[in-house]
Structure formats: structure tokens, C-alpha cells
């Protein structure tokens, strides 16, 4: 849902001093929200190969500092949905060699204040924010002993993820209602179980999330019919007007398949900002970002009745390697589904 200004009345007395700082501070905290932050940069890097950097993602103002030996940038980017965009397509990947440390500024490294001495450091967990990862320190409450007193072994810590934004359960639904009419496949999934062979279509890097086809006899069968109908139709359905590229948009666009190059799949529009639509291709779990004028209609339901190819999975064990085992097979077995989310399967990898 999205609320305009209009929909707030105007406060009945003015704000006075206390009113205006708490405004003041409220726009501060929004424009950090737009802002990104890009670590682990070379020392001799200009403005303006950062800028070259974040091309896609129309950086409106960027900010380089050097600290010593340290080099990063702060780069605003306009809106929080491309801030999640660099991030999930930026962090993690080499640039000069280098690999790129990509955040929101408001979970930026930053010099703490000089606090009294902690006996612990803090756990720090990832958290997902849109369609990437920003991390949060959880501090633990801890009992102060006296000095000499017996200290209790250390506690493995164990990490913990929160659930991808595209892969939850109110995110799909929707998805599922406005694409398909019903929510039937994510029953469906909820009772897959034993032996299986997942082919990677795509990975949230850092995590233990990724986005698979089951591979059985029914995906053969479907995948066949799909693609077949797709590549007999792109050339007849036209591309679609400005005005009806928005949230919830079916439509048909370019992905790309590993060494086979593009080709034409179903997705379904997520945002849009100005020329740019933010997609989702349903039958691979992947997000991208393409011009608005290169969508073309896709909302004949002929084309929307074989489910979605692809499905959420959590490794039981691990954390998959971001860009290496996409498009690559897994054997191994699913072991259940998670407790919150039960259309997402744990699935355990044979070693």
C-alpha cells in the first residue's frame, strides 16, 4: 500500500523548537535510508569511477573519504529500493581486485564512541533488507561478575538469517494472487519431502537461502510447454506502454540463462523508479533490473497456468558460494520446511 502526503493532516499547533529538531532529525534518518555504503575501495579511486561503479543504480551525489590506509564512499542513491538493489548486486563481488563491502548507511562501519569496557563483544546477526543484507549487532545482556570470579565457557554462537523479502510467505502471496489467481503451489510445496535433485537457479549470497527447480518428471513436462509457448509468442506480443508498467505488472522480459545466453521469461513487475521496473522472474527466483521500454505484455492467462518453475530452499547445513553453483545440480534430500515459513524447504546437500 503507499500513502501520499495528502492522506496526513496537517499537525493543529506549531512545533516548536522540540517539534522542529525531531523533524529535522526524521528527514536526516530518511536520507540516510537513501544512501549506500561502499567499502574495501582502492586508495587512488576517483569520484567519478565510483560513480561509473554505481552507473546502474543513478547515483544522484557521491562522497569519497580516505582514513589512513582505508578508502570508502558514501553514494546517495534516491530511493531505499535501489540502495537494496546495489546492494544485493554489489556486495561481495570483486572491483580492482578487491572484494566490495556494499551497505546501507545506516548500518555503515562507524567509530564508536569511548564506552566503558565491555566484557563481551556483541553477537552480530544478518538480517535481509529487500533484496540484500544489512548486518545489526544484537547486545547481549550480560551478568557483570566480580573480578576472580570463575568465567563460564564460551557459547558456540550460532548464526542466524532472516528470511529474504522475495521468499516470504506475504511477499509470494501476493505474487501468487495477482500471477496466477490462487496460492494452490504454495500448498503444493509444503508436502515435498525425500531424494531430490535442485537445479540453482539463483542465490542470495551469504545465506543459506537459494532458489531451486525441483527435478522430476512434471518439471520436464512443464518447462517443455512454457518455454515452447514463450518462444512462439514474444514475437507477437507488444511492448507494453509506460503507463502500465507498475506494481503487479505480468509481463514478459530478457533474463539471462548462463552460457545460453537471454531469453524471454514471465516476470511480474515489483517497483518501478522512473525508466527503470524492478522484476521478479518467477520461474527462477530472480530479481533484476531493466528498462521499462524493453517489457512486453504477458497478461493473456494462457500463459499463467503452468506454476512457477522455480522454488525457495534453506541449506540445512552451510552456506551456498554466491555466483559458482548457479545453474549447477545438488543431490541430496529435504528434510522439512521451516517452522514460520513452511513453503521454504531445508534441504540437506550429500557430501
Not at 492467462?301 to 559458482?324: A, C, H, K, R, V
Request: charged share 20%.
Amino acid at each position: 500500500m503507499f500513502w501520499s502526503s495528502g492522506d496526513f493532516p496537517p499537525s493543529a499547533g506549531p512545533l516548536g523548537k522540540k517539534g522542529e529538531a525531531e523533524e529535522q532529525k526524521s528527514l536526516r534518518v530518511k536520507k540516510r535510508e537513501t544512501q549506500v555504503y561502499v567499502g574495501n575501495l582502492p586508495l587512488d579511486i576517483s569520484e567519478e569511477e565510483i560513480r561509473h561503479l554505481l552507473k546502474d543504480f543513478h547515483p544522484l551525489h557521491v562522497h569519497r573519504v580516505r582514513s589512513g590506509c582505508k578508502c570508502f564512499a558514501f553514494a546517495d542513491l534516491g530511493s531505499v529500493q535501489r540502495v537494496a538493489l546495489a546492494i544485493q548486486e554489489l556486495d561481495g563481488t570483486l572491483f580492482h581486485n578487491r572484494r566490495l563491502h556494499v551497505n546501507s548507511n545506516t548500518s555503515a562501519p562507524r567509530r564508536p564512541p569511548d564506552p566503558a569496557p565491555r566484557p563481551q563483544e556483541p553477537q552480530v546477526l544478518e538480517r535481509a533488507s529487500g533484496g540484500g543484507f544489512v548486518r545489526i549487532t544484537a547486545y547481549l545482556q550480560i551478568t557483570l561478575k566480580a573480578p576472580g570470579a570463575p568465567r563460564e565457557p564460551a557459547r558456540p554462537r550460532t548464526p542466524l538469517f532472516a528470511v529474504p523479502m522475495e521468499m516470504r510467505g506475504t511477499f509470494l502471496a501476493q505474487l501468487l494472487r495477482e500471477c496466477f489467481g490462487g496460492l494452490s503451489w504454495l500448498a503444493a510445496l509444503c508436502r515435498a519431502g525425500g531424494d531430490a535433485g535442485l537445479l540453482v537457479t539463483s542465490t542470495v549470497p551469504r545465506t543459506p537461502f537459494f532458489w531451486a527447480m525441483h527435478i522430476t518428471e512434471t518439471l520436464h513436462r512443464d518447462m517443455q510447454a512454457l518455454f515452447g509457448a514463450l518462444a512462439a509468442a514474444e514475437e507477437r506480443q507488444p511492448f507494453l506502454q509506460e503507463a502500465a508498467v507498475r506494481r503487479g505488472a505480468r509481463c514478459l522480459a530478457q533474463h539471462q540463462l548462463g552460457a545460453a545466453g537471454p531469453a524471454w521469461n514471465r516476470c511480474w513487475v515489483v517497483d518501478r523508479v522512473d525508466a527503470w521496473a524492478v522484476v521478479l522472474f518467477v520461474d527462477f527466483g530472480q530479481s533484476a533490473t531493466v528498462p521499462v521500454r524493453c517489457l512486453r505484455s504477458l497478461e493473456g492467462d494462457d500463459f499463467w497456468t503452468i506454476p512457477p518453475l522455480t522454488q525457495p530452499f534453506m541449506l540445512e547445513n552451510g552456506i551456498l558460494s554466491s555466483y559458482q553453483l548457479t545453474h549447477h545440480i545438488l543431490k541430496g534430500k529435504i528434510t522439512g520446511a521451516l517452522n514460520l515459513e513452511p513453503h521454504i524447504l531445508k534441504f540437506e546437500e550429500l557430501r
